[in-house]
């Protein structure tokens, strides 16, 4: 890119805007996806599809606070951005479609830092197809802070809704939990510990997959209750849907799929990998229920071999919607049983 | 409200999140206003209207620079955070109807601050029938940050683009130019100075009302071509609006309507009145053309006398638009005319 010693400062908003118009490319015209008028009115103007649902949701990250700059570079901060986005609409059963993408910026910055950011968005945005149709920049002096908006949609009958779980459905999480703090445990420590696997878990801190295409197939199944994305950790996630739902649930923890990588990162860092597991955050994996009628271990069996062979991303029966209202309970191996309090990540909280 | 001393930190996320929600009342509930599920799960699911396209706008406002909490209560505060995403969607002749508000908050803020808020915003949002369905809130150690993501709907033939306005067409304003700067100047020195108007002019800054009944009062006439809301001050929407539509513009500095209250103002301070109305942001009037067919100033009275009768809002014919691609003049008094620059509010540059 030209001027890469350009601020933000030297050029102004409007230079800004266009020149990041430039670099999201596609991903900020939207031919042919329902985009009528994108960036550059005073707000786009879209089309979603007949008998559909409109799904919106947003998220706000701020620096020091959601991530840190040492080890984020400007493109997976962009690409991180969104992802907290598409995974609740994934969450809801739907397809993300479009997003505006705010910014509070520090004048002095590097016009091309922006830029690899946006590059970052774009990026993931056309990987599932996800229109930039608007956003607004201004001034931010101490800390960069990226509020993303997503609108997404949904057929009426399929959208998942936390409050569909039914006493006696199946609990399944997809992929594996804990890596992302595994990650930031990694990076915080320097980046250097001899772990194998830590590029995995590197990349599930920095630059994690949205779950899109696996929530489409479990949606399509016909099969799914209740569902959620691990945003905050599985325990506080389970909690939200045992209370939307008015039932109770119970996990086994030997259950819970932790790969080998996050294992030994939780060794050589003195944590029990259950805690990265249960309560570490943005795994951005699903957590959802399906209907627990007979046979319906063997439908779960299949429904993970189709999710597999289609994406590569495994399915894992964690556990049992219970009829007691609120109570999350998790068994550990030797048959005992805890009450799984429903921490997390909380902002504002010390 | 219980609890006055209360900070964030005391509380936490989840316990301020139920709160807000509290505050808003039926601006967060939005029965029979297609809401099928507002806050509360992964994403809002809403249902717009058949036949209608979405709209859909963001603006952040943060502390320090796009506002002063010395001057501004926290209910004004938040009134006003939600007046930019009426006004867009208002200038694309559109309805708002649900909101998504994002923000940044200092944890040792009192609780009953960030409620009062939220009480500007379901004030505002009450009285255009918008509700609030989801929204973000994380920690901003320094400042306060308020994104607002607004969607409405607009039917498809009464869109109103930028890129609409043709040679010859009239440029009309609604309500007076430049308020909302002798506003900002009255406030910044202190509030003191002895002008006639003087509340006018605080209202104009703290809490102006946009333009949503006049721009469907306007857009229902069928006479709109473009459409903008002055945010960033006269010069700079008409600029927009003839870059967008490819030909110029001319306006007559003396038609520009300016309060006897900002004249004061401005002969207070010393400054030039129509430095205020030209350049001077957040008026959140509405700047828009109507065919220039023979007896379109007659039919442009017309428009006035209804809008006036239905609103109180006058509206005025301040120019024409001309063939010349990308020119905007103005014609001083004395017939002398000069180009007008697109200046206004440009984030970042010094």
Excluded at 113 to 134: M, N, P, R
Excluded at 151 to 160: I, S, T
Excluded at 224 to 230: K, L, P, R, T
Aim: overall charge negative; some cysteine.
């Amino acid at each position: 890119m030209k001027g890469n010693n350009l601020r933000i400062k030297d050029i102004g908003e409007f230079a800004l805007i266009e020149r990041l118009v430039e670099v999201l490319g596609p991903a900020g015209r939207g031919a042919g996806q329902g985009v009528i008028r994108g960036i550059g009115d005073d707000a786009a103007v879209l089309q979603n599809n007949p008998g559909t649902r409109l799904l919106a949701s947003c998220d706000m990250l701020v620096e020091g606070i959601h991530f840190d700059l040492s080890y984020f570079t400007p493109r997976q901060l962009g690409w991180k951005a969104l992802v907290a986005n598409l995974s609740d609409i994934a969450a809801m059963g739907g397809r993300p479609r479009w997003a505006l993408v705010s910014l509070g910026l520090k004048p002095e910055m590097k016009v091309s830092f922006v830029e690899e950011i946006y590059a970052g968005i774009a990026e993931l945005a056309g990987k599932f197809g996800v229109t930039i149709v608007g956003g607004d920049t201004c001034s931010s002096p101490e800390r960069l802070v990226i509020d993303i908006c997503i609108l997404g949609e949904a057929y009426r009958a399929e959208v998942a809704y936390r409050s569909g779980a039914h006493e006696g459905d199946l609990i399944l999480v997809t992929g594996k939990l804990g890596a992302a703090a595994a990650g930031l445990a990694y990076l915080r420590e320097g980046g250097k510990a001899a772990i194998d696997g830590a590029e995995e878990l590197r990349q599930a801190h920095l630059k994690p997959v949205p779950r899109v295409k696996e929530a489409a197939i479990l949606i399509h199944s016909g099969m799914v209750g209740a569902m959620n994305d691990i945003s905050d950790g599985l325990a506080s996630e389970l909690h939200e849907i045992v209370q939307a739902s008015g039932c109770g649930a119970r996990i086994w923890t030997e259950r819970l799929p932790i790969s080998q990588a996050t294992a030994l990162m939780a060794a050589h860092t003195g944590v029990n990998p259950l805690d990265w597991a249960l309560y570490g955050g943005e795994d951005y994996e699903l957590l959802l229920t399906i209907s627990g009628e007979k046979g319906s271990p063997l439908k779960a069996r299949k429904l993970g071999r189709t999710l597999a062979k289609a994406t590569g991303t495994p399915l894992n029966f964690i556990g049992r919607i219970l009829p007691l209202s609120g109570t999350v309970e998790m068994v550990r191996p030797d048959g005992e049983i805890e009450p799984l309090l429903p921490e997390g990540y909380n902002h504002f909280k010390e």
